[in-house]
């Protein structure tokens, strides 16, 4: 049998990558000086305090809740967007808006500004996860989606590998402008595989017949294409806020390792070692090749668990239990005094953080009809963003005034909570039927 499909997961885990590249630019060159004093309105040879860097700490993060504002927004319109238009249209706007957006934070010499143009990347960049999960949907019996989701979103950690890699050395020897203008125009490469490469199963000349009905093997899932819920109607179900509840407690945690762990490890008052931007990169290799491993892997479990005979529930929610015990150890990171201990740490974090995505991402198309799964996915997100943005906001002066030990404390406990609360809303991981 022809394996088509897995064509299409590593286009997505090349999209994804670049989504990545393209929102975690700005944590890489905000330990960049000169970006700084644009960002300040400071002259080139002014002087940095501690005062000044405070400030800019603090006005980062409301830059930071700014995109994560619209990455709210965007999640909630582009999910319903591509339920309406498909797949293939809707990501196709996305990445064209995220591309532009990343190409425009190039130009600006405000907070203000920056504020603007890292809300058009919120919107578009939005997208990315509806898109792929939806695509994993329609590609795949549920048997491999967490696998296949594992791999996808494998891709957000290899982006944040390149832009540490990539982005560091950039800024220093042309300057952090240059950085988001070649980042940002990669977004337009995969718009054109993506084009040329993606449309249902059903519609592919190239699928083989064997293939298909793989896809299609999921007897409680034929009927899909003629089932149409309405926002409304999700935001009924126990199912729908199961998802939300894993990715409000979650998602901010993430999103809060891309915004500062960079500036965690070149300031962090407890470490005997600090890093900038001529040493970042292997420690942040160190950490998101780790992580690639735990989306994998945990997605992996989770579909081997079921090939053993285990229920879709038992398999995902013992996945998800493993993966919310591996974090508890982050606080620990905050305290230590060996960058070793606290590179370990946060990979082992970061790790378990992608594996319970890869799961809380197939969540949606365990237990809503395919018509519905982005439209899902787009609630989820929206939660998770608004947590993201309270945490966002609030980051940076928490930073400033307690140091780093009550985020990680936070990281440390939200996804056993999470989990609780997921189990009791959906005991046994019921399908929606409308």
């Known amino acids: 049998m022809k394996s088509y499909r897995w064509r299409i997961v590593m286009i997505l885990f090349l999209a994804t990558t670049i989504n990545y590249i393209d929102r975690n630019v700005l944590s890489f060159t905000m330990i960049d000086e000169g970006f700084r004093k644009t960002m300040l309105g400071l002259p080139d040879g002014a002087t940095l305090t501690d005062a000044d860097i405070n400030t800019f700490k603090e006005r980062m993060g409301f830059v930071d809740a700014a995109f994560k504002t619209a990455y709210a927004i965007g999640f909630l319109l582009v999910g319903w967007f591509i339920d309406?238009?498909?797949?293939?249209?809707?990501?196709?706007?996305?990445?064209?808006?995220?591309?532009?957006?990343?190409?425009?934070?190039?130009?600006?010499?405000?907070v203000r500004g920056l504020s603007l143009t890292r809300f058009m990347l919120g919107i578009g960049e939005a997208g990315n996860f509806p898109s792929a999960v939806k695509s994993v949907a329609e590609w795949f019996p549920k048997k491999e989606r967490a696998f296949?989701?594992?791999?996808?979103?494998?891709?957000?950690?290899?982006?944040?590998?390149?832009?540490a890699f990539a982005v560091p050395a950039i800024t220093l020897y042309f300057g952090w402008r240059v950085s988001f203008i070649l980042t940002g125009l990669l977004g337009f490469v995969v718009l054109l595989l993506w084009r040329f490469i993606y449309k249902k199963p059903e519609e592919?000349?190239?699928?083989?017949?064997?293939?298909?009905?793989?896809?299609?093997?999921?007897?409680?899932?034929r009927d899909?294409?003629?089932?149409?819920?309405?926002?409304?109607?999700?935001?009924t179900f126990r199912q729908t806020w199961a998802i939300v509840v894993?990715?409000?407690?979650?998602?901010?945690?993430?999103?809060?390792?891309?915004?500062w762990l960079p500036d965690f490890f070149n300031s962090n008052e407890a470490l005997d070692q600090k890093l900038d931007l001529k040493n970042i990169s292997l420690p942040?290799?160190?950490?998101?090749?780790?992580?690639?491993?735990?989306?994998?892997?945990?997605?992996?479990?989770s579909s081997k668990f079921i090939t053993m005979g285990w229920s879709v529930a038992k398999a995902r929610k013992t996945t998800m239990l493993?993966?919310?015990?591996?974090?508890?150890s982050i606080f620990l990171a905050s305290t230590t005094h060996s960058i070793f201990v606290a590179v370990a740490l946060v990979a082992l974090a970061t790790a378990a953080h992608q594996g319970w995505s890869a799961n809380v991402y197939t969540m949606s198309s365990d237990m809503f009809p395919k018509n519905a799964v982005s439209s899902v996915m787009g609630i989820g997100g929206m939660f998770g963003a608004v947590s993201g943005i309270a945490l966002a906001a609030s980051a940076g002066i928490i930073r400033v005034k307690f140091g780093?030990?009550?985020?990680?404390?936070?990281?440390?406990?939200?996804?056993?909570?999470?989990?609780?609360?997921?189990?009791?809303?959906?005991?046994?991981?019921?399908?929606?039927?409308?």
């Open 404 to 434: 780093y030990l009550p985020l990680f404390v936070l990281a440390s406990s939200s996804y056993l909570i999470a989990w609780l609360i997921m189990t009791r809303l959906v005991p046994d991981w019921k399908r929606v039927t409308d």
């Open 246 to 259: 894993c990715k409000f407690l979650a998602d901010p945690i993430w999103y809060f390792y891309l915004t």
């Open 224 to 235: 899909d294409s003629a089932q149409k819920i309405s926002y409304a109607r999700l935001l």
């Open 204 to 221: 592919h000349s190239t699928i083989s017949r064997e293939e298909l009905a793989h896809i299609k093997s999921d007897g409680d899932e």
């Open 84 to 110: 309406k238009v498909g797949t293939r249209r809707g990501f196709s706007w996305s990445i064209i808006v995220w591309s532009l957006a990343g190409v425009f934070n190039a130009f600006v010499n405000s």
């Open 322 to 328: 493993i993966c919310a015990l591996c974090v508890t």
């Open 284 to 301: 942040f290799l160190v950490i998101y090749l780790v992580s690639d491993i735990g989306s994998i892997f945990f997605g992996w479990l």
């Open 148 to 163: 296949a989701t594992g791999i996808f979103n494998a891709g957000a950690n290899v982006g944040i590998i390149c832009t």
